[in-house]
DNA sequence: CGTAAGATTTACATCGTTGGAACAGCGTTG
DNA sequence: CAACGCTGTTCCAACGATGTAAATCTTACG
C-alpha cells in the first residue's frame, strides 16, 4: 500500500507537496501537479485513514444505534440514516442494544467515542436521567421518543397526537370497545408511554370509557407480541372489536391471531398499528397505520449531526441549541379497519 | 480526552508503562500498576483508536455490504453478523449497494480498504471475473452465491439442491402446472440462475415438462415485483395451480394478489418461498419456504474473516487456500402449500 | 561483595498525515 | 537594485500509541 512518502519519491517532490495535491490546495504549480497525479495513479494511492484521523481528530465515521435490525422500523430506518450519510461522505456503523439499558448506557458513557464523530441513537431502556448524567462530548441525535426540553438534539413524530388520531379514527368507524396492545410498564418506554396517553385522549374525545381490561402490555414489540396479546383479547368475555397495536409488528401478529380463528378483519375485527413498514403494505388485509416520514427523520438527523460535528469542531464545546425536530406522519387508513371496499 | 501522555504525568511513571498497563503486559510491578490504574480510572481514559489503529495497522472494524438494508433477508443476516462480529470485538460498518453493479465493484476495488480490516460481501450484481479482476487486498468472505473455486471465501447454501427439493415437495402435492417467480437474465444474478437451475431439475425429477410461459422474471426482489408477476402468471389463460418464488418477500407479493382477486391459498393456488424471513412464519396464511441457517452463516463468516485477517497479519499476504462453505437449510413446509389442517 | 540473570522501567523512533512556518524564486515597484 | 509581495515548495513538529532496545533496579549465587 503506497504512502505519501512513495508517491513524492517517484514525483520527486517532497510529502507535503502531495499532500497539497490531494488536499485540493491551491497554489501548487500545473507542472507539479501533473507529475503527481500521474504518480498517485499509478501507486493507485489511498490515505491512510487512520493516520488521517489521527492528524485532523476525526474519523469519518457515524454510528446508529437501535434496539434490533431485523425489526422492519428500524431496518427502513437504517436504510434511509446509511443513504443519507453517503451522500454526505459518512460511513455508518451499527450497534444493537437489544433494548438493554447497560448496552444503551454503554453508548451514552461514549463505548464509541474513540470510533465515530457522532452518534444517532433509538434509545427505548434509558430515561431522561441517564441522559442528564451523560458524559460523553461526542454529537448526539435522538429519534423516536419525544422527551422535551431534553439536554439533546432530537427528531421524533408527536406519538401522542398520532395516537390520538388513530384512536379516533377507529372511533368514527363507530367502534366503542376499543383495544390497545403493547402498553409497557417498565420505566424509560417513553414512546408506549405516549401513544398509550394518546389512545386514552382518543377515547375521551370521542366519549368512551377507558377500560383497562382492553389495554393488553407486552414484553416487546415482535409479532409474537402481538399474536399473544391479541389471544388474551379475543378471550375476554367481551372482546374489542377493533384494536390500535402500538406498531405495525404487533398488529401483524394480532391479525395472524384474529384470522386463524376464523374471524375477519375488519368485520370482526379492525386492526391498527404504528410505523408504516413495508410488510403492512402487502398484508391480507392491508394494515391502516401511521407513517412517519422517515426518510425525512433520516435526513434531518443525519444534517443535524452534521452541523454539530462542525460545530464542536469550530467553537470549542459551544453549546449550540438542543433542537427538538418534530417529524411529519400521515394515517395511511388501508383495509385492516374500512375492508377492500374503502 | 485524556492521553496516555496525561495519565503518565498524573500517575508518575513513563508513557510507555502506562502502555504497558493498559495492554496488560505483564512485567509491571504490581505497585506501579495499581498507581497507573487509579490514574487510568480518574481520568477515564480511553484509547485513541486512530492513533492505535495507525500504529498497529488495524481498524478493528469490519464492513458488510448488502444489497439493501430493508430486505428482510439482509436485515436478518445483518443483525446476525453484527453480533457475531459483536462477540469477536468487532465493530460493523454498513454499506448498502442497492445491486448496482458499479457501487458492487468499488467495493472489490477497496473503496473501504483503509477503513476496515474485512469485508462480508453480498453480492448480487458483479460475476466472477470481476471477482477475479480484484486488487484489493482486503480479507473478503463472500455471501449467498455459489461460485464455486473462486478466488475467495464463500459461504451459501446449495440454491440449486433448495430449490429442487422445493419444486419436488410442490410436485408432491399433485401440482403439474407450477409456476416459477423471480428468473433474472442480468449476468452476474447467479442466485436467480441456481434457483431456477433447481426448479428445472425438480420439474424434470417429477416428469413434468418446463414451460417457459409459466416462469415470471422479475426486474428486482421485492415484494410489488412478486406481486406484479403473479398478476402476470394468473392472466394466463391457464394459470399455475402452484408458484414456486425464489425469495419470500416476492411470494409474499404473488400471496398478496392471489388473495386479493378472491382466490384462496393453496385451494387454487399454492405458494413457496425462500429465506425464511419473519414475515412468512406470520402472513395469512403462514409461508411454506426455504429456511438457511442465517446465525450460522453469519457466525462462519465472521470466523473466517477473523482467521483470514489474523492470517494476513501473521503470514505476509499468504494465500491459505480459499474455503467454499455450504451452510445447511431446511424445508419448512407451512400453510401457503398445504393449508391449515397440513 | 561482585556479578549475572531476571524483572521493571524508560527513551526513542515510528506509523502516515497534515498544519504552520520557513524558504526560495521572481516579477514589481520605488 | 534593494525591498516587497506573490507563488510554489520544503522542513519540521505533532497527532497518540506501541515496538525495540537500552537503562536501571533486584535478587540470587559463588
Excluded at 241 to 255: K, P, T
Amino acid at each position: 500500500m503506497a504512502s505519501l512518502k512513495d508517491v513524492a519519491q517517484r514525483a520527486g517532490v517532497s510529502v507535503k507537496t502531495v499532500s497539497n495535491v490531494v488536499n485540493g490546495y491551491a497554489y501548487v504549480a500545473s507542472g507539479t501537479r501533473e507529475k503527481v497525479e500521474l504518480a498517485l495513479a499509478e501507486l493507485d494511492y489511498r490515505p491512510n485513514l487512520s493516520a488521517r484521523n489521527l492528524r485532523r481528530g476525526r474519523t469519518g465515521v457515524i454510528a446508529l444505534a437501535v434496539p434490533e435490525l431485523d425489526a422492519p422500523y428500524f431496518a427502513e430506518l437504517a436504510r434511509s440514516v446509511i443513504k443519507a450519510a453517503a451522500e454526505r461522505g459518512w460511513m455508518v456503523l451499527i450497534d444493537q442494544t437489544d433494548g438493554v439499558a447497560a448496552r444503551e448506557r454503554e453508548l451514552l458513557q461514549g463505548v464509541r467515542e474513540q470510533s465515530v464523530d457522532g452518534l444517532i441513537f433509538s434509545p427505548v431502556a434509558i430515561g431522561r436521567d441517564d441522559l442528564a448524567a451523560r458524559t460523553d462530548a461526542t454529537p448526539l441525535v435522538l429519534l423516536g421518543e419525544r422527551v422535551l426540553d431534553g439536554p439533546t438534539d432530537h427528531i421524533a413524530v408527536d406519538n401522542q397526537s398520532a395516537a390520538r388520531e388513530m384512536t379516533a379514527h377507529l372511533a368514527g368507524l363507530g367502534h366503542t370497545r376499543i383495544g390497545a396492545i403493547g402498553a409497557q410498564h417498565r420505566p424509560g418506554m417513553g414512546t408506549a408511554r405516549l401513544r398509550l396517553a394518546g389512545y386514552r385522549e382518543g377515547l375521551a374525545a370521542a366519549g368512551l370509557p377507558y377500560d383497562e381490561e382492553l389495554v393488553a402490555p407486552t414484553p416487546a414489540y415482535r409479532r409474537a407480541d402481538g399474536a399473544e396479546a391479541m389471544r388474551r383479547l379475543l378471550a375476554l368475555p367481551e372482546p374489542p372489536r377493533a384494536v390500535f397495536c402500538f406498531n405495525d409488528l404487533l398488529a401483524l401478529g394480532a391479525l395472524r391471531t384474529v384470522l386463524s380463528q376464523g374471524l375477519r378483519v375488519p368485520e370482526d375485527v379492525a386492526v391498527a398499528g404504528f410505523d408504516d413498514i413495508e410488510d403492512g403494505r402487502y398484508s391480507t388485509p392491508t394494515l391502516t397505520t401511521v407513517s412517519p416520514d422517515k426518510d425525512r427523520v433520516a435526513k434531518t438527523a443525519v444534517e443535524l449531526l452534521d452541523t454539530r460535528i462542525d460545530a464542536g469542531r469550530r467553537a470549542g464545546r459551544g453549546a449550540a441549541a438542543c433542537r427538538e425536530i418534530e417529524a411529519p406522519y400521515r394515517l395511511l387508513v388501508r383495509e385492516s379497519t374500512v375492508g377492500r371496499a374503502g
